[in-house]
């Protein structure tokens, strides 16, 4: 079955760049129609998309942080990753890679999510 | 746009509760509505997809429906068990972006 699993430093300094990758098992991420994903999630707040890219790697970004992320497919070794630059306290999240349905835009997979901790 | 979900709901075992979520803008039905379940420490888990749909394993307890009139989505579970005490987001997108709800704390009591 597939499997999605993060990866990535647990601290981060402010206004460097924090980096993840997402390690896929199980389904190839340049075969579709899937887009692959990531997703943050504040202590004890609700979840926030960050973006998403398609296997032709062509990728969307929600607005407010637009500026700040590049999403990226390194299919050779089937993974994918995201950069977020200039970060703050804001940032601090459990950060989660899912894959999403190319039909129906459903969230169906999952990684277990990692902690990144944004301090000094 | 937005979803907008109730921040809680609180119900007694057994009984029947409905959590709604309201798009702001755009009709509800033009673009596919999914609801996930998470609980502390764990990661999301698909209740609900395509409106109404339940994936094997998801007991006909949780259904899902849409309402045009107030351009809202609800999840209704029936039969409330305490392991249902959860946090539950919908989601939904438009051309470019992926939506979530602010999600709703759902208490049994």
């Known amino acids: 079955q597939v499997q999605l699993q993060e990866s990535g430093p647990g601290l981060v300094k402010p206004s460097q760049t924090l980096s993840l990758t997402c390690t896929v098992s199980?389904?190839?991420?340049?075969?579709?129609?899937?887009?692959w994903s990531w997703i943050r999630q504040p202590a004890g707040k609700g979840l926030e998309w960050i973006g998403r890219?398609?296997?032709?790697?062509?990728?969307n970004y929600k607005p407010s942080l637009k500026s700040r992320v590049t999403i990226s497919l390194d299919t050779p070794k089937n993974q994918f990753s995201l950069n977020l630059n200039s970060v703050t306290a804001a940032d601090t999240a459990v950060y989660y890679c899912?894959?999403?349905?190319?039909?129906?835009?459903?969230?169906?997979?999952w990684g277990q999510g990692t902690l990144v901790t944004v301090a000094s | 746009f937005m979803l907008t979900q109730p921040h809680s709901v609180s119900e007694s075992p057994g009984k029947t509760v409905t959590i709604s979520c309201t798009r702001s803008?755009?009709?509800?039905?033009?673009?596919?509505v999914q609801w996930y379940q998470q609980r502390p420490g764990s990661s999301p888990t698909t209740l609900i997809y395509?409106?109404?749909?339940?994936p094997s394993g998801v007991p006909d307890r949780f259904s899902g429906s849409i309402d045009s009139s107030s351009n809202s989505a609800s999840l209704t579970i029936s039969g409330l068990k305490t392991e249902d005490e959860a946090d539950y987001y919908c989601?939904?997108?438009?051309?470019?972006?992926?939506?979530f709800g602010g999600g709703t704390k759902l208490t049994v009591l």
């Open positions: 899912a894959r999403i349905g190319g039909y129906n835009y459903e969230f169906d997979h």
């Open positions: 199980g389904d190839s991420i340049s075969s579709g129609p899937y887009y």
């Open positions: 890219i398609y296997t032709s790697g062509s990728t």
């Open positions: 803008s755009g009709s509800i039905a033009s673009n596919y």
């Open positions: 395509e409106h109404n749909q339940r």
């Open positions: 989601q939904s997108y438009d051309d470019s972006n992926q939506v």
